[in-house]
Nanobody, 120 residues
Framework: QLQLVESGGGLVQPGGSLRLSCAAS????????IGWFRQAPGKEREGVSC????????KYADSVKGRFTISRDNAKNTVYLQMNSLKPEDTAVYYC?????????????RGKGTLVTVSL
């Protein structure tokens, strides 16, 4: 079965850290641009970060620059999102997507998401 599975979400206090993982099964991630997106209740989906297939190029939303780091381990068929200095406004369902273009307008695979809650 071809799928992406996110993990690592949970409840964390403001200022804390989490590392999200996006693991692929049934296909090879290293052929794809991988994007992390998030959607909070009542808000539109937001692109958080993306990484090129080789891992040398990354991009971040202004809202997370300097706090989040995207990386990939193609040998493990997994992409990570390290989230530091978390804020309550980072609360959302985070999901990853495998795309064939840098814009990630052409999602090939998408996970179901993992919930991140930043609260006291």
């Amino acid at each position: 079965q071809l799928q992406l599975v996110e993990s690592g979400g949970g409840l964390v206090q403001p200022g804390g850290s989490l590392r999200l993982s996006c693991a692929a099964s049934g296909f090879t991630l290293n052929n794809y641009v991988i994007g992390w997106f998030r959607q909070a209740p009542g808000k539109e989906r937001e692109g958080v970060s993306c990484i090129s297939s080789g891992g040398s190029i990354t991009k971040y939303a202004d809202s997370v620059k300097g706090r989040f780091t995207i990386s990939r381990d193609n040998a493990k068929n997994t992409v990570y999102l390290q989230m530091n200095s978390l804020k309550p406004e980072d609360t959302a369902v985070y999901y990853c997507a495998a795309c064939t273009s840098w814009s990630c307008n052409d999602v090939q695979y998408r996970g179901k998401g993992t919930l991140v809650t930043v609260s006291l």
